[in-house]
């Protein structure tokens, strides 16, 4: 299915003719660095290490002119969006990181959301490429999805409370917060934030 708003075509990431996962890669890198600079600092080799992992037939695409614009996921109990290679992560990250990046990550990014209830959308990854931020790609992408997906309600779990952008974008599209998780001392002071924030959608 595809929707035409303005500019941007918004397509499920399955049913284009683009190769996306490249341009993915690069956005996931772009967005949430910050998070696995243990595994690198080098948002390239980030990009290349984690674009084997959407599960691209619960992902959404923005595009303009044959480029990737913004993505996004939305998925639903027990079904994850990611799913880790361990090989392809050691074959970008190095042996001993990309076994750890295996193994610590797996529970944080393959999440199934055991809890939700049948008529609640998980929306993840939300990420605009840097040409096109500040164009309103993430809005209208969640507002695609909330609009077109079978659901009624909906969850953003895990945004960084640093992340005043997106959590201003979230409460403007009508998310309220629902949740605020501490993060330990090391994390926090590895990744510069202090909590972990979730919000929900309710029709």
């Not at 918004?10 to 996306?20: C, G, H, N, R």
């Not at 923005?62 to 996921?73: L, R």
């Not at 993430?138 to 997106?166: G, R």
Request: proline share 2%.
């Amino acid at each position: 299915m595809e929707l035409h708003n303005g500019e941007f075509k918004i397509v499920k990431a399955d049913e284009t003719d683009l190769d996306v996962r490249e341009q993915m890669g690069q956005i996931f890198a772009d967005g949430f660095s910050q998070w696995l600079n243990f595994f690198s600092k080098d948002k390239q080799v980030i990009a290349k290490a984690f674009q084997h992992m959407f599960v691209l037939d619960k992902f959404y695409v923005a595009v303009i002119d044959g480029e990737v614009a913004g993505v996004t996921a939305c998925t639903k109990r027990n079904y994850s969006s990611v799913k880790l290679n361990k090989k392809e992560l050691r074959k970008h990250l190095g042996l001993y990181k990309g076994a750890l990046a295996g193994l610590l990550l797996k529970k944080p990014f393959e999440k199934y959301h055991e809890n939700l209830l049948e008529n609640t959308g998980a929306i993840e990854f939300v990420g605009t490429a840097r040409n096109f931020q500040g164009r309103g790609v993430a809005s209208l992408l969640i507002q695609h999805i909330i609009e077109n997906t079978p659901y009624d309600n909906f969850i953003i779990d895990d945004v960084a409370d640093t992340n005043i952008p997106a959590i201003k974008l979230y409460e403007k599209l009508g998310f309220e917060e629902y949740d605020r998780t501490e993060m330990p001392g090391a994390s926090a002071k590895n990744n510069g934030m202090n909590y972990l924030v979730s919000f929900k959608y309710m029709n």
